[in-house]
């Protein structure tokens, strides 16, 4: 089956703007994560979701990051304010949600890259 | 605070030049313990979930361990198509669903 996707998959913008970047989860996973990976590290925790509802957003770096996932599926990770320091790929994973230690699924990533 | 510690960074190998992975944790609980592998501009792809000391898991030439304080991945006869970075990841017992990633260990393999 299809697997976690992301769009777009590269992402240039200036300084001070705003960006959306969006994930589609594999097909009936109801958790869902959002990660960001700088060059030469591992991925490092931002948000999670369970269904519709954000269960742990304890890794978002301020209050210039938000995300969203209205109907329990797509989800949308939003920056405002957009800093250079924000420049890294940011992963989106999705897994069943089960209790046990379930697969964090990855999709291929966002490069985002402020100017 | 979760912590995982890979090595070496780096490792570069002969084809059919077997070595071992090592990745050293400090988790409170563990949840489980998992084994990605990381292509150059790709996602991560999943490997293997351990979820107690003394469990095994393998998958053609990768084989990974665990113990109390680390596990191990072990590549017998690696070929050139198992270069990448392998990233180790833990998953606390707490309730906390986050996985805590280690930088990885960047593998060439020369024919």
């Known amino acids: 089956g299809a697997g976690v996707s992301q769009t777009p998959s590269n992402k240039v913008t200036e300084k001070g703007k705003y960006v959306e970047l969006r994930c589609d989860p594999i097909?009936?996973?109801?958790?869902l994560y959002w990660y960001r990976q700088s060059l030469g590290q591992g991925p490092e925790f931002l948000i999670y979701f369970q269904g519709t509802g954000a269960a742990d957003d304890s890794g978002l770096p301020n209050d210039r990051f938000f995300a969203v996932r209205p109907e329990g599926s797509v989800s949308t990770l939003k920056i405002q304010r957009t800093e250079r320091g924000d420049s890294a790929v940011y992963l989106c994973?999705?897994?069943?949600?089960?209790?046990?230690?379930?697969?964090?699924?990855f999709g291929p990533g966002t490069r985002l890259t402020v100017l | 605070e979760d912590q995982v510690t890979q090595s070496p960074e780096a490792l570069r190998l002969q084809e059919g030049e077997s070595s071992s992975l090592n990745c050293s944790y400090t988790v409170s609980g563990l949840r489980g313990l998992f084994w990605y592998r990381q292509d150059p501009g790709k996602g991560p792809e999943f490997l293997f979930t351990l979820y107690s000391a003394g469990e095994e898991k393998e998958k053609e030439r990768l084989k990974a361990t665990l113990t109390k304080k680390e596990s191990f991945l072990h590549i017998t006869a690696p070929k050139p198509e198992d270069s990448a970075t392998y990233l180790c990841?833990?998953?606390?017992?707490?309730?906390?669903?986050?996985?805590?990633f280690g930088s990885g260990t960047r593998l060439q393999v020369q024919p």
């Open positions: 990841a833990v998953q606390a017992a707490t309730g906390r669903r986050a996985l805590t």
């Open positions: 994973a999705s897994s069943l949600g089960g209790t046990g230690a379930d697969t964090q699924y």
């Open positions: 097909s009936g996973h109801t958790a």
